[in-house]
């Protein structure tokens, strides 16, 4: 039996215990790059390299650059005068830019091509004085960055029940945009909601949500309702992993958890389940994947069997500063 849009899955009829493995996961384009970033300065210019936050949500790609002499700080103030600083894939406000600048730093900017697309288009409807409905999270580094673009501008939109709470100038005036990483679903309940309250509300010029955590959820979706359990890698400040555990609960899976590392899962967990479902946020190493994978085997979990909604080409250029310099 196969699964319902799934492209290119081999599953047949469960006989015991297997794993159901979802592709895409893990690393997305953005991820990429924004660890690459890191490693490439450390390359070139050696420790310490300063980053602005974590670079990507993730405990053990954050500690790894550390132990490679990467520094994690959470505002510029805190790096030397004149010090090499790194902007995570979040993305910054232009305050950011404004306080690196004071304090003479040396910036490279790792924000993923895809929340600048986000940054510009909350800058272009603010420059023709709309209402910038900012469908995201309270507290989310991504969300300050873009609202951080135009504040006089955007109101945060934290889910479907923030809704009543919105105040608009003029009613015809009205853009939403988004969070890169949210839940798609609960995204367009959200602007079903928004657009009762204002109908003339417009939509972002192209999708907010990106690739990736579109990707992600679908994959999820596919493989959730065959899964007694289903285990998303990531951590828990992982806007996108989280949202993974969720797609996967509201498609069928019994159960879903998310993990750090193979350690944190709980035998318990695996009691009397049949099918379990992997798969992983778009800021985590398939080498944690694999630890998993391997757990899963020791625990008679070892016929594993991929779910592929999507084949994933993107590939981002590097920060201009860490390409390879031209020959004249
Ligand atoms: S999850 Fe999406 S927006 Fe975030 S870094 Fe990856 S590709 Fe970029």
């Known amino acids: 039996m196969g699964i319902p849009g799934a492209v290119n899955s081999a599953v047949s009829k469960p006989q015991g215990k297997r794993v159901l493995l979802a592709e895409p996961r893990g690393y997305c384009a953005g991820v990429d790059r924004a660890v690459e970033t890191v490693e490439r300065a450390l390359e070139k210019h050696g420790a310490p390299v300063y980053v602005r936050k974590e670079i990507v949500h993730n405990r053990h790609v954050v500690e790894t650059l550390s132990e490679r002499g990467a520094v994690f700080v959470e505002e510029v103030d805190e790096v030397p005068e004149g010090a090499l600083v790194v902007f995570s894939a979040h993305g910054v406000s232009p305050a950011v830019h404004e306080a690196a600048g004071t304090r003479e730093l040396r910036t490279i900017d790792a ?50 029940d923030s809704v009543d709470k ?15 990483t949210l839940s798609v679903d ?50 828990r400040n992982s806007s996108n992993s989280l949202r993974l555990v969720e797609v996967a609960l509201d498609a069928g899976a019994r159960t879903s958890y998310l993990v750090d590392y193979a350690k944190e899962i709980n035998p318990a967990w695996l009691e009397g389940v049949e ?31 991929t779910v592929t909604t999507a084949n994933e080409t993107l590939v981002f250029a590097l920060p201009r500063e860490l390409r390879p310099s031209r020959r004249p």
């Open 166 to 180: 919105v105040e608009v100038r003029d009613e015809s005036r009205v853009v939403w945009l988004s969070q890169t």
């Open 111 to 160: 924000t993923c091509p895809l929340v600048t697309k986000v940054h510009q288009e909350a800058k272009r409807f603010a420059r023709d004085d709309f209402d910038i409905l900012l469908i995201g999270h309270e507290g989310h580094e991504e969300v300050e960055g873009t609202a951080g673009e135009a504040p006089s501008h955007v109101q945060l939109v934290d889910g479907p």
């Open 275 to 305: 099918t379990v479902g992997v798969t992983s946020g778009a800021s985590v190493p398939e080498i944690l994947v694999d630890g998993v994978l391997q757990f899963l085997s020791g625990e008679g979990f070892g016929t594993v069997q």
């Open 186 to 235: 609960e995204t367009m309940e959200t602007v079903e909601r928004l657009r009762k309250r204002f109908p003339g509300l417009q939509d972002p010029p192209s999708d907010d949500i990106c690739y990736a955590t579109q990707n992600r959820q679908v994959a999820v979706k596919a493989m959730a309702p065959e899964c007694d359990l289903v285990i998303v890698v990531g951590s």
